[in-house]
């Protein structure tokens, strides 16, 4: 059972735009801007999105956004290419004694 | 550019110590700001946060294995390392070291990770 709750998977055609949700607690996404979220590729490791909800690290394309709204944190992928296909996980920061918490992930099928 | 590598045994025997070590270069362990982790990814799930150690020697444990886990840091040879104890079959996974950084919040760059199986 994850601390953070995601859709197991979602789907989107290219060109389209899909959007995934992270719901967490006051304790978690809530209370903190220290929402991030991984990309992760089969057999790959993962790699770094988003940082502080809603920034994006030097090179990754400015197609993938953050956002938040109370306790839920999204990932909008927008202009979805065939090589955004893969799994996405959601973090936070937590103030209880498991200080990083993540999502369950969730598979971008891009059909 | 930060580069992790993890090294350790592909292969565990049940109730022993799982060790593995992350080498790093491009980046000194000791600059501040940084923690220095291990988060792991049992067969198709997803992931967990194991644990991370300051270059002071400060540690944070996940809880669910607070009992079981000890990271240590090797300034010298800018590495750090992971020892999880009684391990079972339950334990196989991916494990990665990773960077946190603290002002974001996040773990900015990780190793490309280390499949240890428990087994006899």
């Known amino acids: 059972q994850s601390a953070l709750t995601q859709p197991a998977s979602v789907s989107g055609s290219p060109g389209q735009s899909i959007t995934i949700s992270c719901t967490g607690t006051?304790?978690?996404?809530?209370?903190?801007?220290?929402v991030s979220w991984y990309q992760q590729h089969p057999g790959k490791a993962p790699k770094l999105m988003i940082y502080?909800?809603?920034n994006r690290p030097s090179g990754v394309s400015d197609r993938f956004s953050g956002s938040k709204s109370g306790n839920t944190a999204s990932l909008t992928i927008s202009g979805l290419q065939a090589e955004d296909e893969a799994d996405y996980y959601c973090?936070?920061?937590?103030?209880?004694?498991?200080?990083?918490?993540f999502g369950g992930g969730t598979k971008l099928t891009v059909v | 550019q930060v580069q992790l590598q993890e090294s350790g045994p592909g292969l565990v025997e049940p109730s022993q110590t799982l060790s593995l070590t992350c080498t790093v270069s491009?980046?000194?362990?000791?600059?501040?700001?940084?923690?220095w982790g291990w988060i792991r990814q049992l067969p198709g799930k997803g992931l967990e946060w194991i644990g991370y150690?300051?270059?002071?020697?400060?540690?944070y444990y996940n809880p669910s294995l607070k009992s079981l886990v000890t990271i240590s840091i090797g300034t010298s040879k800018n590495h750090f390392s992971l020892r999880l104890s009684s391990v079972t079959a339950a334990d196989t996974a991916v494990y990665y070291c990773?960077?946190?950084?603290?002002?974001?919040?996040?773990?900015?760059?990780w190793g490309q990770g280390a499949l240890v199986t428990v087994s006899s």
């Open positions: 502080d909800v809603t």
């Open positions: 973090s936070s920061y937590s103030n209880s004694n498991t200080l990083v918490v």
């Open positions: 491009g980046g000194s362990i000791t600059s501040g700001g940084y923690y």
């Open positions: 150690i300051y270059y002071s020697g400060s540690t």
């Open positions: 006051s304790s978690d996404v809530g209370g903190y801007e220290y």
């Open positions: 990773a960077r946190y950084a603290m002002v974001q919040g996040s773990f900015d760059y």
